[in-house]
């Protein structure tokens, strides 16, 4: 079983930045799609960004377009969030998973982690 590990988080400013790193168990990160999502208190966990298995590929929540970029690192094992300008409403849970089908579905595969606490507050 594939398992993913999200770290990076933490309490940043508005305006401020923060990278997310999800780290993949296996050496299989290459074969999979991989997406952020997020919770926010009392809300339901929502898709953020996902990029393609050979990154040829991404995709953005409208509310993160021009201020977040995702990219990966296959040879690490590894799939990056870069938040830049984060707004207090980025506050949240972070998670990655695999993801399946069209990446603007964003359709969840597989367990999920811990996730990652951003908090964005002055």
């Not at 780290?23 to 799609?33: D, K, R, V, W």
């Not at 590929?57 to 984060?86: C, E, H, P």
């Not at 980025?90 to 999920?112: E, F």
Request: charged share 15%; proline share 3%; glycine share 12%.
């Amino acid at each position: 079983q594939v398992h993913l590990v999200e770290s990076g988080g933490g309490l940043v400013q508005p305006g401020g930045s923060l990278r997310l790193s999800c780290a993949i168990s296996e050496n299989t990160l290459s074969y999979y799609a991989i997406g952020w999502f997020r919770q926010a208190p009392g809300k339901e966990r929502e898709g953020v960004s996902c990029i393609s298995s050979s990154s040829d590929s991404t995709w953005y929540a409208d509310s993160v377009k021009g201020r977040f970029t995702i990219s990966r690192d296959n040879g690490w094992n590894t799939v990056y969030l870069q938040m830049n300008n984060l707004k207090p409403e980025d506050t949240g849970v972070y998670y990655c998973s695999l993801v399946v089908g069209r990446l603007m579905d964003m359709v969840p595969a597989g367990s999920w982690g811990q996730g990652t606490q951003v908090t964005v507050s002055a």
